[in-house]
T-cell receptor, first 109, second 113 residues
């Protein structure tokens, strides 16, 4: 069965410090992995997807099929990065997501 | 473009009652998917509507049902409400059934007392 695990409920870092939000998944096939972000009082929005291999707002994520991980990284955190981050997996016919339970990132000044 | 619109924003119901939540998709989108997000958890897929039919369903009981109208808007109905149904209900629309193109609404917060 498909499963997405985000082991940290809360991650606090100081401004300028590196950030890594962990995501592990279980799926036997070839899934697509995504990161969604929810800023305070805003709706859930797509941050990035592994197939695009892009960097959004300084964030990157590499799909590691051997370790079944899709960790989100940013070299220098900013206060405006404080938000809830969800890792999501789409598989099979790719018409639905399996979400992790989310990690709250708190960037302190 | 107003994006995905959900109504109402908040709702309080009594255990055993029935509730209907509504979703208007983003302009140009024809598919609506519903998710339940319990407190402290990630969203969980309920079902998806495309061409006015339920196309895929998650692990939710038959008390959860839905409908899609010719204008692509959708309703989520929950019968015989339980305390455990208290959650944020999210609607996501897309063009076609792929999840890659999702746009999420702000959700309806349902509290069952």
């Amino acid at each position: 069965a498909q499963r997405v695990t985000q082991p940290e409920k809360l991650l606090s870092v100081f401004k300028g410090a590196p950030v890594e939000l962990k995501c592990n998944y279980s799926y036997s096939g070839s899934p697509e992995l995504f990161w969604y972000v929810q800023y305070s009082r805003q709706r859930l929005q797509l941050l990035l997807r592994h197939i695009s291999r892009e960097s959004i707002k300084g964030f990157t994520a590499d799909l590691n099929k051997g370790e079944t991980s899709f960790h989100l990284k940013k070299p220098f955190a900013q206060e405006e990065d404080s938000a809830m981050y969800y890792c999501a997996l789409s598989a099979g016919n790719f018409n639905k997501f399996y979400f992790g339970s989310g990690t709250k990132l708190n960037v302190k000044p | 473009d107003a994006g995905v619109t959900q109504s109402p924003t908040h709702l309080i119901k009594t255990r055993g009652q029935q509730v209907t939540l509504r979703c208007s998709p983003k302009s140009g989108h024809d598919t609506v998917s519903w998710y339940q997000q319990a407190l402290g958890q990630g969203p969980q897929f309920i079902f998806q509507y495309y061409e006015e039919e339920e196309r895929q369903r998650g692990n939710f009981p038959d008390r959860f049902s839905g409908h899609q109208f010719p204008n692509y808007s959708s309703e989520l109905n929950v019968n015989a409400l339980l305390l455990g149904d208290s959650a944020l209900y999210l609607c996501a629309s897309s063009r076609g059934q792929g999840a890659r193109g999702y746009t999420f609404g702000s959700g309806t917060r349902l509290t069952v007392v």
